[in-house]
């Protein structure tokens, strides 16, 4: 199926678990407007979210002990500036030339529609915010195991919900389990953004 992404022995991946942010990775998705929708900084989100948000650089040079992710976790994830800019390097279970909808809930209406994977590496300007630019990083470090709390079933899940509620400009994933709290396009970018070198 299209949206549903199966590990190796043909059924679901199964989940992982939830997200702790730390240190650096909390000042900046705070400093972001994210501080509106602080209970998400502590919350135990969908399986899916991540065991810790990677560190800044800068948090790295500072020698800043608490900024350093849970000892076990991947988190070395590459920017779609990266992506767009080594076609050879992405994974053969999708490719640059992969269409959009091949992978992600898209409606043959939709500016997403028929556009290569690596057309979405750059900014659009039907893509708001640039969610479908960090959804394609973040799927082909999901599936190169660059972000060991972020599988590719679950990139895809973070789209699904965005573009099912509205997409560019309106749509939100619920990043908790039965949850109010709602992740518009900005906080998506930022959670996303925070899983790339």
């Known amino acids: ?21 730390a240190g650096a990775a909390r000042r900046r998705f705070a400093k972001t ?8 900084l502590t919350v135990k989100s969908q399986p ?3 065991a810790a948000v990677c560190q800044s650089p800068s948090a790295q040079a500072s020698g800043n002990l608490s900024a350093h992710p849970h000892p076990g976790v991947v988190c070395s994830g590459l920017s779609p500036g990266y992506w767009k800019n080594h076609p050879g390097a992405w994974s053969n279970m999708c490719s640059y030339r992969t269409v959009f909808q091949k992978v992600f ?19 659009q300007s039907y893509d708001k915010n640039n969610v479908a630019m960090h959804i394609v990083a973040a799927y082909q470090n999901a599936l190169w195991g660059k ?8 990139v895809i899940e973070i789209w699904r919900q965005y573009y099912s509620t509205g997409g560019p400009g ?12 709602k992740w518009y396009g900005p906080q998506i ?9």
Do not use: D, R, W
């Open 1 to 21: 199926m299209a949206n549903e992404h199966l590990g190796a022995t043909g059924t679901p991946e199964a989940s992982v678990q939830p997200p702790v942010f």
């Open 33 to 40: 407007g994210a501080a509106a929708i602080g209970a998400v």
């Open 48 to 50: 899916g979210m991540a």
């Open 105 to 123: 809930l898209c409606s043959s209406g939709s500016p997403f529609y028929n556009k290569t994977m690596m057309t979405l590496c750059s900014a």
């Open 147 to 154: 972000t060991s709390f972020l599988t590719p079933a679950m």
């Open 170 to 181: 309106v749509g939100y994933y619920i990043p908790v389990t039965n949850g109010s709290i």
């Open 189 to 197: 970018v930022t959670y996303l953004s925070g899983t790339m070198a």
